[in-house]
Every structure is written in structure tokens, then in C-alpha cells.
């Protein structure tokens, strides 16, 4: 089993950069194709990034293409979503989200992930 920890949200002013962080404990990340999710107050929980196990196939949210990338550091077992020219809509909790049995078919769908993290906070002031 592995356990997604986030880290490196904050507050910060639009059109600002910030790199949101995902490792885990117990087993290696690694192993696992890895997904991105937010989730802004009264609204549902919501794709952002997702990456291949093996640091290719990225897809992303139209959201946010252009501005946001995702990477993977094997060494690090660490999971990146660095995020640019940030806006007030992309305020919200993120979480990292780990296994997935269909990755090609089902990256942008919550209930396919297994392991969840607690989120972190991104707060986007204009």
C-alpha cells in the first residue's frame, strides 16, 4: 500500500508560480501511475494532471494547459505539478492521487485511484 503526502501549497497572488509536491510512505511512488485533483469549496473534486508510472503519457485538464506541468523525479520518489501564471479560479485544495487500474482510459476519473492524500491548499488572491 502506498500513502500520497502533498506538500508546497500556500498563498499566493495571481500570476505567480508555485510547485506542489507528492511523495509517499510505505511503498515507492513510483510503481504508480500518479493523478492531480482539486477540489475548490462547494464544488466537486475535479482532474488537473496526471502521469504514466513510467514519467510519459501526460495528460492534462484544458484548465490548465499551458500553464501547469507534471513531472515525475524517480530518484526523489516525488511527484511535481508545477503550476504558472496562477489564477484566483485555481484556488482550491489539491490532492495526489496514486493507483489505477486503466490508466489510458480512466487518468481523469476520481473513483479510479486507490491512495489519496490529505491535500494541501493553494489560495490564488487577485
Known amino acids: 500500500q502506498v500513502q500520497p503526502v502533498e506538500s508546497g501549497g500556500g498563498l499566493v497572488q495571481a500570476g505567480t508560480s508555485l510547485t506542489l509536491s507528492c511523495t509517499a510512505s510505505?511503498?515507492?511512488?513510483?510503481?504508480?501511475?500518479v493523478g492531480w485533483f482539486r477540489q475548490a469549496p462547494g464544488k466537486e473534486r475535479e482532474f488537473v494532471a496526471a502521469?504514466?508510472?513510467?514519467?510519459?503519457?501526460?495528460f492534462l485538464a484544458d484548465s490548465v494547459k499551458g500553464r501547469f506541468t507534471i513531472s515525475r523525479d524517480s530518484a526523489k520518489n516525488t511527484v511535481s505539478l508545477q503550476m504558472n501564471s496562477l489564477k484566483p479560479e485555481d484556488t482550491a485544495v489539491y490532492y495526489c492521487?496514486?493507483?489505477?487500474?486503466?490508466?489510458?482510459?480512466?487518468?481523469?476519473?476520481?473513483?479510479?485511484?486507490?491512495?489519496w492524500g490529505q491535500g494541501t491548499q493553494v489560495t490564488v488572491s487577485s
Open positions: 492521487a496514486a493507483n489505477i487500474r486503466n490508466y489510458y482510459r480512466d487518468y481523469a476519473e476520481r473513483t479510479a485511484y486507490n491512495y
Open positions: 510505505g511503498r515507492t511512488l513510483n510503481l504508480y501511475p
Open positions: 502521469i504514466h508510472w513510467n514519467g510519459g503519457s501526460i
